[in-house]
T-cell receptor, first 114, second 112 residues
Framework: EAQVTQNPRYLITVTGKKLTVTCSQN?????MSWYRQDPGLGLRQIYY???????DKGDVPEGYKVSRKEKRNFPLILESPSPNQTSLYFC?????????????FGPGTRLTVL | SQKIEQNSEALNIQEGKTATLTCNYT??????LQWYRQDPGRGPVFLLL?????KEKRKERLKVTFDTTLKQSLFHITASQPADSATYLC???????????FGKGTMLLVSP
């Protein structure tokens, strides 16, 4: 089944404890991205990747890192999480290197930082 | 960057009626615009893409219009059903077509 998977789906952690949220797609998509969604603020892009080894900042990159060593994986790293990073996170991918076609979203990761 | 406005108030309609949602943007007119559906706690799901040279696009009970002069897209659901209750998001690409900016969405509630 063609899909975008994220792990974990739920995570409660404490301030400063490094964590990684994984994202994987099995559709051979070029483009992958991370969003966070907060009440009243909507979906905001954190980072995106046009292809392997090519990443760039979105609208809210502070406090996050990403890597794209393989085409299918695009992990989101929080080196020192803070309470303001409590949010619902979505990974997305699309076939082409850009946003000119359908974005496929993962199921989301709900992160709470205490 | 693009600023997108969607009605923040929920739209309540009765089953069988047509729902009309609005997406207004303020800056440049992109080559296309997308609409997504999102259910609570779940990822957005793509519905339709409309290009600047397409005044109207249809898919089953869905219809989208794109007016680059007004900088507006309208999203219609005809013969609405309670299962159509969700939040609907419009999304526009940036000028380099490297990122998508999403509107905050409009919640649609269809009552039986």
């Amino acid at each position: 089944e063609a899909q975008v998977t994220q792990n974990p789906r739920y995570l409660i952690t404490v301030t400063g404890k490094k964590l990684t949220v994984t994202c994987s797609q099995n559709m051979n998509h070029e483009y992958m991205s991370w969003y966070r969604q907060d009440p009243g603020l909507g979906l905001r892009q954190i980072y995106y990747s046009m292809n392997v080894e090519v990443t760039d900042k979105g609208d809210v990159p502070e406090g996050y890192k990403v890597s794209r060593k393989e085409k299918r994986n695009f992990p989101l790293i929080l080196e020192s999480p803070s309470p303001n990073q409590t949010s619902l996170y979505f990974c997305a991918s699309s076939l082409l290197a850009g946003v000119s076609d359908t974005q496929y979203f993962g199921p989301g990761t709900r992160l709470t930082v205490l | 960057s693009q600023k997108i406005e969607q009605n923040s108030e929920a739209l309540n309609i009765q089953e069988g009626k047509t729902a009309t949602l609005t997406c207004n943007y303020t800056n440049y007119s992109p080559a296309y615009l997308q609409w997504y559906r999102q259910d609570p706690g779940r990822g957005p799901v793509f519905l339709l893409l409309i290009r600047e040279n397409e005044k109207e696009k249809r898919k089953e009970r869905l219809k989208v219009t794109f007016d680059t002069t007004l900088k507006q897209s309208l999203f219609h659901i005809t013969a609405s059903q309670p299962a159509d209750s969700a939040t609907y998001l419009c999304a526009l690409p940036n000028s380099g077509y490297s990122t998508l900016t999403f509107g905050k969405g409009t919640m649609l509630l269809v009552s039986p």
